[in-house]
């Protein structure tokens, strides 16, 4: 894996750091963003505090609003957010640990400007302890928090998955903030829209980490930025292009390069180091990158940063470039050679990520939306769309290329972005033979809603036994692509904040059992009360190797290992060399399938495929046929 180690300060500047010396006087928005931007993030700059409604105004001793961490590979990445400083205040925060009953100084680290954060990397880090912490600023500012140990030995790895916090109705969030507390998830995403502030993203920012602080103190936290935190309505990144309007649909980015790398600071500077931090165009920098964590290899995405924008490219079938509401259109004739969706860089990266099974026995892929157009109605429900070409069901050949990928590690998807939570297993080729998504609800469900509803009010094929929804089993999407809905959760009425359908997921890795449990928790419901609490339809148990849900045509020769050992095994399809899949094995015995009547090689490691074995011995047959008994080194 690339992992560039550059200087801090260098990589300081490549993501649009700008260091405040104590005496330098705040610069304002107009000299930060240019005179096209003269207010932009204006509640957190300049002389902030002469300005009439100035809302970031707090006592002194509560300059540290929150924090948020993860740590990976022997190293901790905490970053502490703060108020606006007045011009007289220092400029460093304090991080401390406890050690044997006593607070110890570990680091200080400058806070950055704009953005009003500070970033702390602490390297060796130990994962097999808990360790409080506390951050502090001048006399008596102070934030205190857990650095939880790797949750390794636990047998479920429990994931909150959120989404979407509507800025229409701020303040706190108690019974969902209550809820999560109970369900104590051991790592908590945030898939984005954390703000809808638009051009006040640090207010914004500070607005969502004080709701969610007393969760997030205390255990690993992701957090990615989508369209709005940018500051657009939508965002076809197009490789760091500049859009020509705050819709984008042209493709790029439309607010100053030195906005977005803040917003990008602020959420991701606190994941593990990018898999290739080289910037996109204009020096707009890049997080993908992968985290550990009891067990489970997260893939963290950007989908919209690569992704071409529609307007230009296709003809206009629809009221806006990115909607089309004409039945009779040609799927294919939108799925253009050279468009793109993840880009060639995330692609090589997600083909490295599905073989590297070091630490992992499980996988999981982590963006802001989702690999289908599993929405009928949209913003009204009298608003019927065919297809909205702002989610990962388009394009379509980009679509299908990271679901392979995905499918390669028989990885579940986790996102938000959709307004509506929904459970579906993708198709690629045919229906099915894709993998499980689960797009979490909005938190706060206000700005724009979504509704699953077929137009022939009928369920699919394949409909889902026993379910209290009506509409499930086999569809397509507007875009043509395979989608077998297993759960939705419709808003029953959005003028009352309890039948909104706001709510929060959930995901548990069963270990031992290969399997994953999500979960779907309106938001003004009770955990208290069980499963029955839940949005109808969930929660849903799926077997890992379901997300490989393609029809076996026979299997090879039973792989028994020695007892204990639980390898990574590859498996080739011979006469195109492509890589069916790479998993780590449940037991020390697996009968791994295959697709094609053809020969077939295979690859084991104790964590990467790199032990070959002869094709010519390996052609599918009946279970149990033969038997090859390996050794691992």
Known sequence: MIRPHFLFVVTLSLLGLHWLPQTHAQLTSRELFGEKFPNLDNQATGKWWELADAKLKVARDEVIAFAVYTHDRSVLKLTAQLYPLMPDEARQVRLEFQRNGQWQLAATADVQYPGWSAHFRIEPWDRSQDVKYRLRHGESALFEGLIRKDPIDKETIVVGSL??????????????????????????????DQSYHHTQHTFGWLEFGVQFRDVLRDRPVITIPDDHD???????????????TGAGPDGGYFYPVDYVNMVQRCQTWH????????????????????????????????????KSGPEGKIPKMGPRPDHINDPSYDRKSIDLPGLKLLGDRQLAFLQQWTTDWTNTEMKCVLSQTAFCGAVHLHGTPDNRLLADLDSNAWPQTGRNLALRQIRKAWAPHLCGDQHLAVVVKHGIESAGDGPFGFTSPAIVNTIYGRWWHPENEQPGSNAVDGSALPWTGDYLDGLGNHIRMLAYANPQNRQDEKQRADGFGIARFHKTNRTITFECWPRFASVDDGDTAQFPGWPITVRMEDNDGRTPVGYLPTLRFPEQIHPVVQVIRQDTNEVLYTIRTASNEFDPPVYADVPHSIRIGKDQPSLDFAAQDLTPNEKAASTLTLDVK
């Open 230 to 244: 940018v500051g657009q309505a939508n965002i076809w990144g197009e490789n760091g292009k500049l859009a020509s």
């Open 163 to 192: 989404s979407c916090n509507s800025s229409r109705t701020p303040g706190p969030r108690p019974q969902m903030l209550e809820n999560l507390m109970k369900l104590d998830p051991d790592l908590l995403f945030f898939a984005g």
């Open 271 to 306: 994941l593990p180091d990018p898999y290739d931090a080289t910037p996109i165009e204009r020096n707009i920098s890049v997080y993908y990158t992968n985290l550990h964590l009891g067990g489970i290899d997260f893939a963290i995405l950007e989908d919209r940063k690569f």
